[in-house]
């Protein structure tokens, strides 16, 4: 059984990466500058925030941070996205979500100039990818394909099965698998809350994605035998005996699905560290794009 280690995989990228910074460097370029927007005080938030400040600084990238309180206008935030929109010194922006419940995300994601999407959730970069065309790739699909090129796993001719099928996650990776490209050309059966005999589906996959939130909820029984196993779920669970007072669990068994699959990603080291080598290359393309 393969472990498909997020953390060599991400390396292997930012290392490319941090090359093609330094060769910026070299030339008296500029190097590639994100700006992220965090509103208020949610503990995973800030976590996945300060990883991806951190991770630039890794690779030689510049980033902003610009944080407001939960009560923030949305007209204010709208206003700072158009003045980073304009800033041409801005590459990459992102708005960590999930957002306080009277702004609208709609609106925010809209008001992302898209060739500035680095998360591509505008419509514009959907709506690309959906039509197989050059765009930024949702970071956490565009991560679990990374991951999946790294390993050289075999997608062609597959059935892939995604369990979720959020803006951000599941449906982008439905699309992706499924797409003519290196690591599509899967038969995709894309399942959701609302799909009677799941466990009977998941267990014809010979690459399962489970994306759906519900900690360890894949289990033995849902895995083809060598099916290829990626766990993006990231859920707190409240654990007295862990230090910080909860354990990052996925949403997959591990010990189970491990007993029967042929590869899998583990929680924490998995899909999450590929999400964010997604995001800056995204990024590193954005900057290439518009000034490179
Ligand atoms: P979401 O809540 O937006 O979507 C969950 C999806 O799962 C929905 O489409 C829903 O229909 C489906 N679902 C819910 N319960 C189900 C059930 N019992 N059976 C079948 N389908 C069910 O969540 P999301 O934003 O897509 O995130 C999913 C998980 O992935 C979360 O744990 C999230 O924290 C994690 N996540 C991880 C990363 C990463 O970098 N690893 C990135 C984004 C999200």
């Known amino acids: 059984m393969l472990v498909l ?3 060599i995989a991400a390396a292997s990228v930012k290392e490319l990466l941090k090359k093609e910074t330094t060769d910026l460097a070299a030339k008296g370029k500029p190097s590639p500058h994100l ?3 965090l509103i208020g005080n949610n503990g995973a938030s800030e976590t996945y925030v300060a990883s991806k400040v951190k991770n630039c600084e890794e690779i030689g990238f510049r980033s902003t941070l610009i944080r407001f309180p939960d009560d923030i206008a949305e007209q ?3 206003q700072t996205v158009d003045s980073l929109n304009k800033n041409k010194d801005i590459d990459g922006i992102l708005v960590q979500l999930p957002l306080p419940k009277h702004i609208s995300e709609q609106k925010l994601i809209e008001a ?3 060739t500035k999407d680095v998360d591509g959730f505008h419509p514009s970069s959907v709506g690309k990818l959906v039509q197989g065309l050059p765009t930024f790739i949702p ?4 991560g679990i394909i990374l991951l999946l090129e790294h390993y050289d796993i075999p997608t062609k001719g597959k059935h892939a099965v995604v369990i979720g099928r959020s803006n ?3 449906r982008p990776m439905s699309i992706l698998l499924s797409s003519n490209m290196a ?3 899967c038969t995709v059966t894309i399942c959701h809350s609302h799909t009677p005999n799941l466990s009977e589906i998941a267990a014809t996959a010979d690459i399962l994605v489970a994306a759906l939130g519900k900690p360890e909820f894949v289990t033995a029984d849902m895995v083809k035998p060598g099916a290829v196993v990626i766990d993006v779920g990231i859920t707190r669970v409240n654990d007295d005996t862990a230090k ?3 354990r990052i669990k996925g949403d997959v068994n591990y010990a189970e699905a491990a007993t029967k699959a042929g590869a899998i990603t583990p929680v924490p080291g998995g899909v999450g560290l590929m999400t964010i080598a997604g995001l800056l290359k995204n990024t590193m393309q954005a900057y290439l794009n518009n000034r490179g």
Request: proline share 8%; aromatic share 8%; net charge neutral.
């Open 168 to 170: 951000i996650v599941g």
């Open 244 to 246: 910080k007072g909860f």
């Open 76 to 78: 204010e935030l709208l």
């Open 139 to 142: 970071a956490t699909p565009y």
């Open 35 to 37: 700006a992220a927007i």
């Open 5 to 7: 280690d997020g953390k």
């Open 183 to 185: 690591k599509g050309n």
């Open 112 to 114: 992302i100039d898209p």
